[in-house]
């Protein structure tokens, strides 16, 4: 049984048919990367899958359980945490407060501060300017603080959506490396991108979305050589 | 064109005249003020009796450069509009005139409590310093009720228009609260305070003797999978009834002693506690009310365009009002019990003494404490930072774990409990309340809160003892009819309005959102 399961499902924005009947799934201790152009729907199948919107149809399953119709804080608390589009880090908190945000939902209070000390150890610059309030620092670094304020959380599953969007090109090396990282430290994740390649040079496997539609899946080396992909997302023609 | 008359075109001139002229007024109120003090200190006699030459011509030096400083602003002010009218249009004009104007209504209330004071040093004791306790006190009871405005505008962006009546129903919830006591005494306060604190004192410590730390580490790990229990959990479950018993006896204990061997602190103390009880009493039916408002008449229209929630809040007002007249009927008053009953003559210097009404005291004391706790809630709680997280965004927020439905109705009651307090406190000052008193000093609340910058904590604490200060003390600065008192403080929410559309405290970030 799949870590986290998503069967058909639909989702709408008013008339707007968002998700036409997503299916994916995601495996215990893999990064799976669900790339598509602007518009395709990522961005809404993370948020139905965090009960942020609501699918008409369909069913999320966290290993094996249906969590589609629980509050979106109940389902944190499951442990499946996105750090949304656009990183969303809270201007007027601290840095440190950002990550003590992260850990709300949690009750074992005692692990909390070795937590912090591993996203100080993965993100030296955050631990250097832990007192600052978060609308102060730069892109590269609210990214981080970003991935590391859902690391607080101890995610069964973490979500990342987009977190390469804006970015100098070293900075985008940085994050997929810490990507990586995260994972070989045994966290599950599901990565949506833009950035195809990175994300394919990253991934296990990867899902391909258009228009609120999966049109491929396959693991990441074949995507990356399929025709398709390579015209559409790889920028190659 | 010469050279000269050039210079002269001040149009052409590359300068920022909003800024200077904003300082140049600021160095007059600054100027203004300074001679205000300095004529108070030297008339009141504070610093020995007969002035020499040299204080006396200090002052006139101050007062000659008063005027000419008013008279250069007139020209200048006259320059700016003349050479920019063309330039800019009006607005930037309408804005410097009302700055100057604004000025000039300082420098003439300036100028009139230098001469009520010097025609009549005893008008210290006999008015403005009792003008003074008043506003104190009346900013007490706006910021209480202010922050309620400002809580919920933070995390909602809506005025919770009701907020006036969630104050006056603290007000009733604290005088059943008082007639409850009254009655079990037999007409006595005293003795009913003294009955009723036989039960509440041992209770309050037999919740003492409980390990609250261990509850609470208890309440914290429940539903965790990783922590594991504490090994020493059995022998507190066993230990509890033991500890329960033994505080209800040496908190029974510590009572009686008290009765026996210090009669004057066991009844001071027994009034103490009923009164606490009844201020929590009317916190906790503010509470309340506040809560079922937010459930029936706000958060079914949380999604719905900004104005609708607040003609929701003004029919709440109003129903609130109707049925409390209803259930009520008209008029109630509190009777103090004698601890809180008079004042405290105040020395000052040798001027003589100002009357300072207890329960006054009490609302100043009790309100700066309570925003001192408030403040440390939302800065240092792990809710008050889930609050602030709300503010800023709530989907985010909800990401992250929080239950968004729940800290918003953590906002209202905690404004709600500040209201309550400020309903019973103003009760015990003023005696008499009925259904709708709560309808202006919400208003005024809300004006402090505005004033102070809504949506920000210390803006309105500020902003409320400000509006009670100015409500005070401007009548007499401007000597016009004590009558006029709530047109000053409009006229203030006005002025603010124009000048700092956010408040004094307010920022940016909450004018975006807006
Ligand atoms: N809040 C919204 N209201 C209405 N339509 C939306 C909303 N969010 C997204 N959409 C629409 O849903 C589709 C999918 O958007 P999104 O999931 O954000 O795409 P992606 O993340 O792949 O760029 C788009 O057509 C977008 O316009
Ligand atoms: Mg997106």
New interface residues.
Partial sequence: MALLEVENIHTYYGKIHALKGVSLFVEEGEIVTLIGGNGAGKSTSLNTICGIVRAAEGRVLLAGEDITQLPAHTIVERGVVQSPEGRKIFQRLTVMENLEMGAYARRDTRTIAADMDFVFETFPRLKERQKQSGGTLSGGEQQMLAIGRALMSRPRVLLLDEPSMGLAPLLVQDIFRIVKYLNQNGTTILLVEQNALMALAVAHRGYVLQTGNIILADDAASLRQNEMVRAAYLGEH | MSHFTQALRLDRLDLDYDRISGQYFGFGAVLATLRMLWVIARTSELFGSSPDAFYQSFEDGLGILLWAYAVTGLVGVGLVLVARSRAEGTTANTRLLINYLGVLLFLVASLRVVNVVTSDPKLFTDYWGRQLVNGLVLGGVYALVALGYTLVYGVLFMINFAHGEVLILGSFGGWFAWKYVFELGNESFEVGAAMLSTVLVPVLFAVLFLPLEALAERF????????EVSGSWGVTLISLPLRLIAGAIIGFGVLKALGGYAPHVYWDLTTIVALVFIVLVGMIASMLVAIALERIAYRPLRGAPRLTPLISAIGASFFLQQAMLNVFGQEYSYERPPLIDGNIDVQIGDMGTVPVPKTGIIIVVVSLAMMVFLYLFIQRS?TG??M??VA??K??????????DRVIVVTFALGALLAGAAGVMRGFHDRIFKYNSGFTPGLKAFTAAVVGGIGSIPGAMFGGFFLGLVEALGPGMLGIPTEYKDVIAFSLLVLVLIFRPTGIFGDL?SEKKV
């Fill in positions: 914290n790990q429940r539903g965790s999978t990783t922590a792990k930072r889930a602030r997280a800023e965004d989907s985010t927020a909800a990401l992250m774990g929080v239950n968004v970030a």
